[in-house]
């Protein structure tokens, strides 16, 4: 029996990598299994067939929640490269319910204003730029509060996938243990920034080091006959994939497999590399593992077909 069902939003890049695929479908399972409510899905890069394929997966599991997009610059990166989401939204197209969605920084304007205080997780994985934009929001319409005061009273915490963290426990020797500007942050680096300097509330980072050798998905792809998730994943890397986005979702709903390492402050510099420093008076963390990765895949993997204990 689930005794804290939570209430979460969940702002996704889907297309730049098959992962956001998998962490909705993960997330609408631990829905269905009463672990939390989908409060919202917002999409966070200008990339159209992205923000389809979420609308497709809603459909497909039959997810209800409201659906936003970014109306802002076009995001860095990959935005061009599309490994498997126009083709996802041409086999699915059937399955696309909408075709103007609402801007997503106002749909967590009212999700947060609708919201019991300190209740709503807010999960990003992919750029921050609706985080950015939702913090940095000014009153409107929907409350009399900014962004900044909105965040403060009513989410309990965010966790975001992003950053590398070199704390000399290295999980893996990833590029020679050599730092890099981790995707999420790089791609805007300045809502990065500004996001983590508005956020009052604890922020728990998801860093690269932890989702890069868990491969999930396997069992998706044995058990469905077809479906919107094993149809990425077979395009994208023909078998299971890396975990980040599912990691982050699953450690930010149920608070497993992972513990937290902090308080301290996590500093983003211009060119998007992140350091971690301890500090009693800060509201940052990061997450390192409690289990081995091959108990993670599993509990992940039996997850995503509802076996979830
Ligand atoms: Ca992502």
Not at 23 to 42: P, R
Not at 180 to 207: H, T
Request: some cysteine; aromatic content about 12%; proline content about 3%.
């Amino acid at each position: 029996m689930v005794k804290n069902k939570v209430a979460v939003i969940i702002d996704t890049d889907l297309g730049a990598d098959c992962d956001d695929v998998g962490t909705l479908v993960l997330a609408l399972q631990l829905e269905k299994h009463g672990f939390c409510d989908i409060k919202a899905v917002g999409y966070c890069t200008t990339n159209i067939y992205g923000v389809q394929c979420v609308d497709i997966v809603r459909s497909f599991y039959g997810g209800k929640f409201p659906i936003g997009m970014y109306y802002g610059k076009k995001v860095e990166c990959n935005e061009d490269q599309h490994i498997f989401d126009i083709d996802l939204v041409d086999h699915y197209k059937d399955l696309i319910k909408e075709t103007n969605y609402i801007e997503a920084y106002k749909l967590y304007r009212k999700v947060l204003a609708e919201a019991e205080d300190d209740s709503i997780i807010f999960i990003t994985i992919g750029e921050l730029t609706n985080a950015a934009n939702l913090v940095s929001s000014l009153p409107d319409e929907i409350s009399p509060l900014s962004g900044q005061e909105l965040f403060a009273k009513k989410v309990k915490y965010s966790c975001v996938m992003g950053g590398l963290i070199n704390d000399n426990h290295p999980i893996t020797a990833f590029n020679n243990n050599e730092a890099f500007p981790e995707y999420n942050i790089v791609c805007a680096i300045e809502d990065a920034q500004k996001f983590v300097k508005i956020s009052a509330k604890p922020i728990y980072f998801l860093d690269f080091y932890v989702g890069v050798d868990v491969f999930t998905g396997k069992k998706v792809i044995e058990h469905d006959e077809h479906s919107p998730m094993k149809f990425a994943y077979l395009k994208y890397a023909n078998g299971p994939s890396r975990s980040w986005d599912l990691l982050a979702v699953y450690y930010a709903i149920t608070k497993r497999l992972y513990r937290s390492v902090g308080p301290g402050v996590m500093h983003i510099d211009d060119n998007g590399f992140t350091t971690f420093t301890k500090d009693q008076d800060g509201h940052h963390y990061y997450l390192r593992p409690i289990k081995s990765n091959e108990e993670i895949t599993k509990e992940i993997d039996e997850a995503l077909v509802g076996n979830i204990l």
